[in-house]
């Protein structure tokens, strides 16, 4: 049947067809974003940092998908698409320093729903334009009322200087598609080094802070929870006899 003798009964299951393909993607975004919530919160918590400053996430827009199809010179079908273009989901993580990067990652990675499917270290090997992050992408499996899908994630890790650089970089070129002075070009390479310095001497700040922290005994309240907005009585007998449940566990 050619697209002329198409009937509105089937454009509307093609339509139907093509919100349930997007719906993957929501619902990998919204799957990857929950554990990310919890790793923040488990952050938080145990360890009283949390290495994530912010996550946004995008579906790319039906013209996008097109656009990009027809420039890589894939056929306009769902099973193609899925297979070849494998940004339409997107999610970026931005961190307080580069070895958060790495740590987030590997979270990510080890977890046994989600498998890596590709990795562009722009960190350890910047674009010529100094352009730094890392790029992922990653396989998630969902589940759909009558089927499991694994649907492709492009994940993009960066500090804030290297998302600070990205975002005024593209302000910068919007909309312009002719050739850029070299002038240009060299400034913003050079804005992209002085960038990666700052996030060099934060982290070494943050460093040494942690170990002055460290060596410095803390008046802490052991026998008190804090969760959330509520506080929690913890028996001195309770925490002992589960310090001794470790032991014992530890012996056998």
Known sequence: MSDQNL??????????????????????????NTTL??????FQYIHDYNPIENVSSRIKSPDSIMKKAQKKGCDLNILSIKDQIRDIAGLRITCSFESDIYEIRDLLVNRKDIVIIEEKD???????????????????PIYMSDREEHVFVEVQIRTIAMDFWASLEHKIYYKY?????????IELSEAATVANQLDLKMEALHTEMNEIKASISADEDLEELQLENERF????????????????????
């Open 233 to 252: 009585h913890l028996p001195f007998p309770f925490l002992n006899s589960l310090f001794n449940e470790r032991l014992n566990s530890d012996n056998n």
């Open 7 to 32: 009937t509105q009964a089937d454009l509307k299951e093609k339509k139907d067809n093509f919100m349930r393909f997007l719906m993957g993607y929501k619902f990998a975004l919204s799957k990857i």
């Open 37 to 42: 919530d919890i790793l923040k919160q488990e």
């Open 122 to 140: 722009y960190i350890k090997a910047p674009k010529g334009n100094g352009y730094r992050s890392l790029h992922l992408i990653i396989s998630v």
């Open 177 to 185: 598609h002719k050739e850029i002075p070299e002038r240009i070009r």
